[in-house]
Nanobody, 126 residues
Framework: QVRLVESGGGLVQAGGSLRLACAAS????????MAWFRQAPGKEREFVAG??????????DSVKGRFAVSRDNDRTATFATFLQMNSLKPEDTAIYYC?????????????????WGQGTQVTVSS
């Protein structure tokens, strides 16, 4: 059974940093695009960042230069992907979700991912 579990969320002041991690089990995730999404209260879920098997990356414009996505393709690794978030802003406050997909980048950006985690709360205070 495929399972994604996010960790690392919390409360941080504006300008601070957090590092999210996504533990993955139940499949060979090195074959997937690993992605991060977020959903703020009252808003739709949005794509944040993604990384392919070959470590090509893609970011939402709102986080470029502040967030960095990485991955571990080792099949024995506990964590499949990480999201380093720097220079956090109050508007980054949201539930952050890890997702895995074998679809195209276009599909991933639309949220068409096969597997999802339960999410971790990130709150940035001003």
């Amino acid at each position: 059974q495929v399972r994604l579990v996010e960790s690392g969320g919390g409360l941080v002041q504006a300008g601070g940093s957090l590092r999210l991690a996504c533990a993955a089990s139940g499949d060979t995730f090195s074959n997937y695009i690993m992605a991060w999404f977020r959903q703020a209260p009252g808003k739709e879920r949005e794509f944040v960042a993604g990384i392919s098997r070959g470590r090509n990356t893609m970011y939402a414009d709102s986080v470029k230069g502040r967030f960095a996505v990485s991955r571990d393709n080792d099949r024995t690794a506990t964590f499949a992907t990480f999201l380093q978030m720097n220079s956090l802003k109050p508007e980054d406050t949201a539930i952050y979700y890890c997702a895995a997909s074998i679809q195209t980048w276009a599909a991933v950006r639309r949220g068409e991912c096969e597997h999802w985690g339960q999410g971790t709360q990130v709150t940035v205070s001003s």
